[in-house]
């Protein structure tokens, strides 16, 4: 049973610095795309950042790129998202995610099949 638990969501004021943990457990970590979503009141889902074990390959939104930084700790099979100079519109809730397959690119939403719980980020001005 695949089971993805996140951790490390927070306030902080513009300029910040968060980091987020993923968990995983219950499959063959190195064979799955571990993502980062985020969902903002009254928006879709969007992928934030994407890494795949097995190569450490890693992928990132354009609004993300060169402040959040993805990364592994495959002997604990956990995710982070380590987030640098927030901005007030990264305030959202972030999931962690996987999908059974390898990594294509920024992550979208169909394409993972679990998802954590949810953690929420919020940047003050």
């Known amino acids: 049973q695949v089971q993805l638990v996140e951790s490390g969501g927070g306030s902080v004021q513009a300029g910040g610095s968060l980091r987020l943990s993923c968990a995983a457990s219950?499959?063959?970590?190195?064979?799955?795309?571990m993502a980062w979503f985020r969902q903002a009141p009254g928006k879709e889902r969007e992928g934030v950042a994407a890494l795949y074990p097995g190569t450490g390959s890693t992928y990132y939104a354009d609004s993300v790129k060169g402040r959040f930084t993805i990364s592994q700790d495959n002997t604990r099979n956990t995710v982070y998202l380590l987030m640098n100079s927030l901005k007030p519109e990264d305030t959202a809730m972030y999931y962690c995610?996987?999908?059974?397959?390898?990594?294509?690119?920024?992550?979208?939403?169909?394409?993972?099949?679990?998802w954590g719980q949810g953690t929420q980020v919020t940047v003050s001005q």
């Open positions: 219950g499959y063959t970590y190195n064979s799955y795309c």
């Open positions: 995610a996987a999908a059974a397959s390898y990594c294509a690119g920024v992550p979208t939403r169909f394409r993972f099949n679990y």
